[in-house]
């Protein structure tokens, strides 16, 4: 089991709720991240959401980067451009662009082609036009995107799309990145792409944090140090606004940073996946 150190918050969601006309959609979701510490190691987070169809996940992360107001309830994430406070950094309520955020549609500018939006999102990088233009190309390269760097959306399949989505916000975004679904319609190679996409955030810096969703339980367990499901707390019943039924830290269960996927990650796919049915 990896030795880690639990520090500052660096993510405080306390009783949301959201509602579209009369239906609560999701109520009373409350977590709260840390930044986890390996010795000798940059370590950022990743935290995975699951929930069947419809139980909010998409809504929770819009609120997350603050793209919507919830009904009740705050996010809460560091504001490093205050000094600390008795060791405490100071927090402030997110504000939409705090967060990069890849959503479920992965909407793109249909105007620019692939590389004219990723030089777009490097516009706030002091970098020369060269160094720009150089790590684009490495970008692209490694995600077998070069071919159709000059093509549109609208020339692009889906996963080309999705990855397009993902570069854009991983130029352009700080600390935090939210993907909704990131790994849905893509084939093996790409799942590998963004998978190692996910490694590279997390050993750049120490505060980076992906938070994702997907409905792949084997994959959540395998990226994922921190896993919530989102659901009903009573399915059969009137109680149908989403909110936190499980909370899986593997870290503390000895699961995370694995190199290998073991039987006691299996078992807690299969927990994963009761708990998901009955929610
Ligand atoms: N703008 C809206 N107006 C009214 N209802 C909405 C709106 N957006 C979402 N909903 C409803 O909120 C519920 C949750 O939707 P949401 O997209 O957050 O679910 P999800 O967990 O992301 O589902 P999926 O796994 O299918 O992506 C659904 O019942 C949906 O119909
Ligand atoms: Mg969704």
Redesign the pocket.
């Given at each position: 089991m990896t030795t880690y150190e639990r520090r500052d918050t660096i993510l405080h969601v306390e009783n949301i709720s959201v509602s579209?006309g009369n239906?609560t959609?999701i109520r009373n979701v409350n977590f709260e991240e840390k930044d986890t510490a390996v010795p000798g190691k940059v370590q950022g987070q990743v935290i995975a959401f699951l929930?069947r169809?419809?139980?909010?996940?998409?809504?929770l992360f819009r609120v997350l980067t603050g793209l919507e107001k919830p009904a009740t309830g705050k996010v809460l994430i560091p504001d490093y451009s205050r000094q600390p406070a008795n060791g405490q950094q100071p927090a402030k309520v997110v504000e939409e662009g705090d967060v990069g955020f890849v959503d479920?549609k992965y909407t793109l500018f249909r105007h620019k082609t692939l590389y004219q939006s990723l030089l777009f999102a490097l516009r706030k990088s002091m970098s020369s036009t060269a160094e720009k233009h150089g790590r684009i190309m490495q970008y692209l390269s490694d995600w077998g995107l070069e071919k159709i760097k000059d093509q549109y959306p609208n020339e692009m399949s889906g996963g080309q799309r999705q990855r397009t989505a993902i570069l854009e916000q991983l130029l352009s975004s700080g600390n935090y990145m939210v993907l909704d679904?990131p790994f849905s319609g893509l084939d093996v190679g790409n799942i590998e792409n963004v998978k190692a996409a996910f490694e590279l955030i997390n050993r750049s810096h120490e505060l980076n944090t992906i938070i994702f969703?997907t409905?792949d339980i084997e994959l959540a367990v395998q990226l994922a140090d921190s896993i919530y499901i989102?659901g009903h707390k009573n399915c059969a019943g009137s109680d149908d606004a989403g909110t936190i039924v499980h909370h899986y830290d593997l870290k503390a269960l000895g699961l995370a940073w694995h190199p290998n996927f073991t039987p006691q990650h299996l078992e807690l796919v299969q927990n994963i996946r009761s708990s998901l049915l009955a929610s």
């Open positions: 579209y239906k959609i929930g169809s419809g139980r909010g996940k998409s809504t479920q679904e969703s409905h989102l």
